[in-house]
C-alpha cells in the first residue's frame, strides 16, 4: 500500500522501513508482501506455473481466513457472548498464520519480488504472537485483547489475499482495492491495541513462570530475560506506530485519488 518515494531524510527511510515490515506494500505481481522502490522498476511477472500456484495458494489462505471468520460468528450466535471465541478457532488461527511462512519462501526462491528479510520480519512478527505469546501464555487466551487482535486479523487477511488473488488474475474489483487501502484506518489501531494489551496481560505469567528465559550460570555463559524482551518488544511499538499509521493514510489519499482520475 506504500508506494515508496525517494526520500533523504532519515524520518522518511524509518516510514518507509516500517511500512515495508507491517505489510501496506502492493503486490507487483506475486501472492505476498512487496518492496517497491522508488524507481519505480518493472518486475518481471512470474511464470505461468508460479502464477497459478499463487493464485491457488491465496485462494487457500482466504479460504482458511474465511474458516476462521464464521467460526467466530457461529460461536458467537450460539453462546450469545464474545468471550472465548478464541477456542472456537484456535485450531485454524494457527495453522493459517503459520502458514503466512510459505510467503518467505516464495520471496527466498524468487516467484515474489520481494525482500526475504523484511517478509520475514512481518510474517514472524504474527506468528511470535500467535505461537511464543498466546499460545505459550494460556492464561491470556481468555483476555478480550486476544480477540480484538484477532478479528483485525481476520478482516485484513482476508482483503489481502483476495487482493492478491485478483491482482494476479489482472481483474481487481475497485471494492476490493477500496478495502484494503481504506479498512486499515479501523483495523490497524484494532489490531495493535489487541496486541500491546495481550503482550501485557502475559508479562506477570511470564515472569512468575521464567517462561523461556535462560539464567545463569550456564555452561554457555548466556543469560536471556523474554520478560525483558516482552517490555521491548512493546516499547518498539511506541516510534512505529503514529509515524507508519499518517504515511499510510497519505498514501491512501494518493492512490484512491489516482484510482479516480483513471476513472474520469
Known sequence: MCALSLCRSGRCRFVRLFCLLTGMASPVSGGTRSTNSGSHRKRKAPGALATAYLVLYNVVMTAGWLVIAVGLVRTYLAKGSYHQLYYSIERPLKFFQTGALLEIVHCAVGIVPSSVVLTAFQVMSRVFLTWAVTHSVREVQN?????????????????????????????LPYIIKWARYTLFIVLYPMGVTGELLTIYAALPFVKQTGLYSIRLPNMYNFSFDYYAFLILVMVSYIPIFPQLYFHMIHQRRKVLTSEHKKSD
Request: no cysteine; aromatic share 20%.
Open 143 to 171: 483476555e478480550d485483547s486476544v480477540l480484538l487482535f484477532v478479528v483485525a486479523w481476520t478482516i485484513t487477511e482476508i482483503i489481502r489475499y483476495l487482493f492478491y488473488t485478483f491482482s494476479l488474475l489482472n481483474h
